[in-house]
């Protein structure tokens, strides 16, 4: 079984930069994809980025698009999450997320190994 454990959260201003990482321990198949999700109060958790073990290929979501860069190192088992250009709106808990066979890589559905999340806050 995958365990999934975020770093990295914390307060920034805006227009500041951030890095997240999540460190997967257990088996990590080649066919797995991991993500990044964020949920603030009262809204449901939002996919923002993906990326697919096997071929590094990478997916965001639009408000993030141009900004956040996902990332992999294999021989650390971890993925991490470089965050540029950081808005209040950024504002969060950031989840990780490992899935198998997934095929909306963004779809919250699909994912069924959570970490535990990391804060990060924006302020103006």
């Known amino acids: 079984q995958v365990q999934l454990v975020e770093s990295g959260g914390g307060s920034v201003q805006a227009g500041g930069a951030l890095t997240l990482a999540c460190e997967a321990s257990?088996?990590?198949?080649?066919?797995?994809?991991m993500a990044w999700f964020r949920q603030v109060p009262g809204k449901e958790r939002e996919g923002i980025a993906s990326?697919?073990?096997?071929?590094?290929?990478?997916h965001y979501g639009d408000s993030v698009k141009g900004r956040f860069t996902i990332s992999r190192d294999n021989s650390k088992n971890t993925m991490y999450l470089q965050m540029s250009r950081l808005e209040v709106g950024d504002t969060g808990m950031y989840y990780c997320?490992?899935?198998?066979?997934?095929?909306?890589?963004?779809?919250?559905?699909?994912?069924?190994?959570w970490g535990q999340g990391t804060r990060v806050t924006v302020s103006s």
């Open positions: 257990g088996n990590t198949y080649s066919d797995y994809s």
């Open positions: 997320a490992a899935g198998r066979w997934v095929a909306d890589h963004l779809g919250l559905s699909e994912y069924k190994v």
């Open positions: 990326i697919y073990i096997r071929d590094s290929s990478t």
